[in-house]
């Protein structure tokens, strides 16, 4: 099975002189100066890796946020091994009262923290108990050996969380977000640099190998895009409408009564699927009826029912 997320934006940056204009960031390549390449994980995340000058970083590519994450240099109680960010000349500290911090912290003043010392400081939490206390720049990089500049980059200088298991990897934030305030991630300046079309996409193998790309999709012969429209939002989100959902090993499509239906979120930097109760009782229903009907459901295997619910959801819209 192959999954290709598409997102395409209203507006294009930069002039397209040829139709096919694209970055492609390709599968378990040798590294070049500074690319994005293969992709891997699992069902609980899709990393990738990115170089820059001498850096090359393992990130999770994350729908949900905006900022290029990654550990700076002498971070405090960092599990992440290096390489670690280190600011260019260029770099610039977005200081903790501006418009622009406040975009990214999501509150009024910043400078209240004791750490901030008139930085923006963000704090950016997982479920398994990850916390990183985060420094806001504007800093350069470098993309196949052309410097993109003004990419918001997310300094990790503080890991206080209690987790279960280290996070050996950063983020890639992938979200928009609107205002003049906005800064750009580093898919808004790569687009403004090289003026591909104001569009990006994740191709996922059955294995999590894949392909991210920038610019126009990577289409195999006889492929097509069928695509879901996205809920216009206030925030850093990506929404779309469910009309129904199917669940892997059961012919039938459970509806959801339009009664039940809310936006939801399409978030690539998680793999657990959130519903209302009632849809999830609808889901529930669905399985325990064909499961009665076919004296069974090996296809469970040994795992719970909310886990499957987890890994095997697809969405029709």
Not at 305 to 312: P, R, S
Request: glycine share 8%.
């Amino acid at each position: 099975m192959v999954v290709y997320v598409s997102f395409t934006f209203s507006t294009v940056v930069g002039e397209i002189n040829e139709k096919s204009k694209k970055l492609i960031l390709p599968l378990h390549s040798a590294p070049l100066k500074v690319s994005i390449s293969e992709l891997s994980g699992n069902y609980i995340g899709i990393i990738t890796s990115i170089t820059f000058g001498n850096i090359t970083a393992k990130l999770l590519l994350d729908t949900g946020s905006r900022m290029l994450v990654l550990p700076k240099e002498n971070c405090k109680g960092c599990l992440i091994k290096k390489p670690y960010y280190v600011p260019t000349e260029k770099a610039q500290l977005i200081e903790c009262s501006s418009k622009e911090c406040m975009s990214i912290t999501k509150t009024l003043n910043s400078c209240h923290d004791r750490e901030s010392t008139g930085s923006c400081l963000a704090a950016i939490t997982y479920a398994d108990g990850t916390k990183w206390i985060t420094q806001s720049y504007i800093d350069e990089v470098i993309i196949n050996g052309s410097i993109i500049p003004n990419v918001l980059i997310g300094a990790i200088i503080g890991d206080i969380g209690t987790k279960q298991k280290s996070m050996n990897y950063g983020l890639l934030g992938l979200a928009r977000c609107s205002g003049d305030s906005c800064l750009p991630t580093i898919v808004d300046s790569i687009i403004k640099f090289t003026g591909y079309k104001n569009m990006f996409g994740i191709r996922v193998e059955k294995d999590y190998s894949g392909k991210f790309t920038i610019g126009e999709p990577d289409l195999r012969e006889g492929e097509s895009i069928v695509y879901a429209p996205l809920i216009p939002s206030y925030n850093e989100k990506y929404f779309v409408m469910p009309k129904s959902i199917k669940v892997l090993g059961i012919d039938r499509v459970v509806e959801v009564p339009t009664q039940l239906m809310s936006p939801t979120i399409v978030d690539t930097g998680s793999s657990i699927s959130y519903f209302s109760p009632e849809i999830y009782d609808l889901i529930g229903n669905e399985i325990g009826d064909v499961c009665t009907l076919e004296n069974g459901c090996d296809w469970l295997n040994k795992k719970s029912t909310l886990g499957y619910l987890y890994d095997f959801i697809e969405f029709t819209t």
